[in-house]
């Protein structure tokens, strides 16, 4: 069941994409400033509480409609079901428009209309950035997002749907991601504002549901890419300080990217880490500086490991039904 209700949802996805400012997202704005007017009152134990309210109860009912569909109406509502979860938790469209608009600037030569929509996109300034610099950051949000709307939501959703838990996992996964940007930025430009306390769990708890995702969009990276190269990037960058803490699983994503498609990216440090490891490398197994061909790359990467990881539950799936 979870192979058709992903392959279904992947397909709706991507003839149907699921509009900006639609009635599900507004309603999980809404939800979660209401969990915060409620119950965050400035304490840690607050902040929690907030945050189990915001998360955990909505992949609650959404467990709950699938069991009660699954024994009371048949499994094949449960299924649809599930694909209604997935198509509203998961997807490329939903990321997809902001690189393809920067890369057809890119390679038009209109840098500065580049520049614009990264700013646009990412909320960063851009405007003094070269044209590699923006290539480098275009590559490596492309793939976090990637991770966050697909790989990450997968993960989950199999994960629990193995254990009979439905479309939990993906509720899950989309509402712990979103809450840690979302409630800081409540905080910053709306009232009433969310505390420290609340957005220090969001952050923390964020953390911990990424730590497994993030391995396995690492995985496929080094699969369908370099596996030695990314391999020894992620090994490379878990041996860092910057590893440990809230932005840790983004770094290991982006440390394993750069591996798959032999390319420079990452933070500084990691960046330090690559030279001096490539002062005992031949020349030809330098990194490349990022150009304009590698957003191609980077577009068959995430494309491969989406197939890799369906193939993989296609045959799974096969497996039981044989079995």
């Not at 500065?112 to 590699?132: F, G, M, V």
């Not at 300080?241 to 990691?270: C, W």
């Amino acid at each position: 069941m979870s192979f058709f209700s992903i392959l279904l949802a992947l397909l709706i996805e991507q003839a149907r994409p699921l509009a900006r400012g639609n009635a599900v997202h507004a309603g999980m704005r809404s939800w979660l400033r209401w969990v915060v007017r409620k119950l965050d009152a400035g304490e840690t134990s607050h902040g929690w509480l907030a945050w189990g309210f915001a998360v955990l109860l909505p992949s609650g009912i959404a467990l709950l409609i699938y069991w009660l569909l699954y024994q009371f109406v048949g499994w094949p509502l449960a299924m649809l079901w599930n694909v209604a979860v997935l198509y509203v938790t998961l997807g490329f469209r939903q990321f997809s428009h902001h690189f393809t608009a920067i890369r057809d600037a890119l390679e038009a030569g209109n840098e500065e209309e580049a520049r614009r929509l990264l700013a646009e996109w990412r909320q960063i300034d851009a405007s003094e950035l070269p044209p590699r610099e923006v290539v480098r950051h275009v590559i490596e949000f492309s793939v976090l997002a990637a991770h966050r709307h697909v790989f990450g939501v997968l993960s989950w959703f199999i994960v629990l749907a193995v254990l009979g838990l439905g479309p939990a996992g993906a509720v899950l996964y989309r509402l712990a991601e979103f809450v840690t940007r979302y409630w800081p930025h409540v905080s910053r430009r709306q009232a009433p504002s969310v505390s420290d306390a609340a957005c220090g769990a969001a952050s923390r708890a964020w953390s911990w549901v990424d730590w497994l995702p993030a391995r396995i969009t690492a995985l496929g990276f080094a699969v369908v890419g370099s596996f030695e190269d990314a391999v020894d990037n992620w090994r490379r960058y878990e041996s860092l300080p910057e590893s440990e803490g809230v932005g840790g699983n983004d770094g290991l994503i982006v440390a394993a990217t750069a591996g798959a498609i032999n390319v420079r990216l990452g933070t500084t440090a990691m960046a330090q880490a690559e030279t001096q490891a490539q002062s005992d490398m031949p020349a030809a197994s330098a990194r490349h500086e990022p150009q304009l061909a590698h957003l191609r790359s980077i577009v068959g990467l995430v494309w491969r490991s989406v197939v890799l990881w369906m193939l993989l539950l296609a045959l799974l799936t096969l497996a039981r039904l044989i079995g």
